[in-house]
């Protein structure tokens, strides 16, 4: 088989390591891949802005099956223009992505077909806005409606901040994505993210995650993509699960009712409210971090996932997740999430994989032309320990990271530490 995974991430690189493990032994690509993707197969230079130029190359060179990673790609429809070609891709539609690529019309759908999720109004008049917070008071929360890399989202905990946040929406900071900006009811609880292969019919759930999203310690600080994660997550009941499951199935059947044919992978944000689980937001892809923890754990063969998902076949395969637990710490340039430098040679990789249960994912990294691996991104490493225990496979991710170094890497110390019981 010939496998091509678009993106340059450390979800790309995560995907590319299950496949790898793959009986069916896939020949690789990566478009465009990074450091770390480079031992794995072939990386390729692929623009993911020309869509169609990624479908004629795959076309040409006869690609098995076409992986996409990021939600920007999907959002184009990416899926789309490679169907054209015949050639099978795990994702959705462009319709089906939207539920991303649109906070309000995810919010529309679940306020459409009855999901539990906090109330909304959408604006693209600043004074509008302002009334409306002042009406509801605070806490509030304030997105951008589009794409914003997961940084579009502002919790106000007072009405100040929440106008500050629609103004800088509305005032272009996050581009075309701000220019219509979502207000909606604060939701009390811990997150948790539940992602979910399907084919548009059926869905098989992963193993819950939960993300650490603010740059330091205690979750101060601003919003990242991501700065840590574990699985599973401990507080999740069999209950609660089975009612974000349910959830996941009336998505999906809603998708189906207004005409649209889910297939790829379905990501839940939710938020564990006294009521019950509600839906935070939608993801029409793999989670950045949170592929690096749950795909560790799967062992059923990833290309038998995709393919029985690509052709509508999932239920004829049998899912079956390891026992153990996971826990992935970002290493991150200095000055994440705002500006950084790139080009810093980074060590210590190979000691930090020698380390039983760890893999290095690579985020933002390239190789120079004499091979050394330099820092390429502002998350640049995912380190990821499994071990029977969370507390066991945080001791390992930390220990791992010891071994790692680059100029100006920062990272959370805390990651998972209240989940394995520590103080």
Known sequence: MRILVIGSGGREHAIGVALSRSAHAPELFFGPGNGGTAALGTNLKLDLDDPARIAHWARQYEMDLVVVGPELPLVNGIVNILGVYGIPTFGPTAAGAEIEGSKWFAKEFMQRHGIPTGSAQAFENETEAAAYIETSGAPIVVKADGLAAGKGVTVARDTMTAHNAVRACLEGEFGVAGSLVVVEEFLEGPE??????????????????????????????????????????????????????????????????????????????????????????????????????????????????????????????????????????????????????????????????????????????ALEEDGTLVTHGGRVLNVTAVAPTLAEARERAYEAVGKISFEGMQYRTDIARAAAGEA
Request: proline share 6%; charged share 20%.
């Open 192 to 365: 948790c993210s539940l992602l979910a292969f399907t084919d548009g019919t059926t869905v098989a759930p992963m193993v819950p995650a939960r993300d650490h999203k603010r740059a330091l310690d205690g979750d101060e600080g601003p919003n990242t993509g991501g700065m840590g994660v574990y699985a599973p997550v401990p507080d999740v009941d069999a209950a609660t699960r089975d009612a974000m499951i349910d959830i996941m199935k009336r998505t999906v059947a809603g998708l189906a009712a207004d005409g649209v044919t889910y297939r790829g992978v379905l990501y839940g944000g939710f938020v564990l409210t006294s009521e019950g689980p509600k839906v935070l937001e939608y993801n029409a892809r793999f989670g950045d971090p949170e592929t690096q923890v749950v795909l560790p754990l799967l062992q059923t063969d990833l290309v038998d996932v995709m393919r029985a998902t690509v052709e509508g076949t999932l239920a004829e395969v049998e899912l079956t997740w390891s026992g153990d637990a996971a826990v992935s710490v970002v290493l991150a340039s200095e000055g994440y999430p705002g500006g950084y430098e790139i080009g810093r040679p980074i060590s210590g990789i190979a000691q930090a994989e020698a380390i039983d249960g760890v893999t290095v994912y690579h985020a933002g990294t």
